[in-house]
């Protein structure tokens, strides 16, 4: 599979089929999916659906993509972009939980970020998180976004949302 996004520890590229097992293991730990508004996959076959139907790269050029160490290849979580009907675009990123502290949401946001803004020429870019969630919160401030708001967000209670403005626009 084609790297989207390189760092000096990380890889980023489109899903595939075959991490779908990998998805199911992500989302099944309660704490990795504490403060999503997510629930966990019921099959490796619904993960595999979620992939096959993925029209994000498709229609916008840009998603959610696969995090993988490029040392060991090893698939670490997903980092990446999403385009919202409303037009807003937002920074996700979920990890399993033996990867948290390590800097890599840090290194893979500031990527997907510098690539929002340089390659595709985005204005804005938002992030946001169950208030409750320090380290996330930790993560859109370490990548340079600033606190914005507090408003709902799709299933996450007492939500904050964090932006950043493309500083060549």
Avoid at 16 to 37: I, R, W
Avoid at 47 to 73: H, M, T
Avoid at 145 to 158: D, L, S
């Amino acid at each position: 599979m084609k790297n989207i996004i390189t760092t000096d520890r990380l890889d980023l590229r489109e899903f595939s089929l075959e991490e779908a097992p990998l998805m199911v293991d992500l989302n099944a730990d309660p704490e990795v999916m504490k403060y999503t508004g997510d629930v966990a996959f019921s099959s490796v076959e619904d993960a595999e659906n979620l992939i096959r139907n993925y029209d994000q790269y498709k229609r916008f050029g840009f998603g959610r993509w696969s995090v993988y160490l490029k040392e060991s290849g090893e698939f670490i979580g997903w980092c990446g972009l999403k385009q919202h009907e409303d037009g807003m675009i937002d920074l996700g990123y979920r990890f399993f939980q033996n990867q948290w502290g390590k800097g890599y949401a840090t290194e893979s946001s500031i990527a997907c970020i510098d690539y929002g803004f340089n390659q595709l020429k985005m204005e804005e870019i938002v992030g946001r998180t169950a208030k409750a969630n320090i380290p996330s919160i930790r993560v859109l401030e370490k990548a340079g976004m600033v606190f914005w708001k507090e408003a709902p967000c799709e299933g996450i209670e007492n939500s904050v949302y964090y932006k950043i403005v493309n500083p060549n626009s």
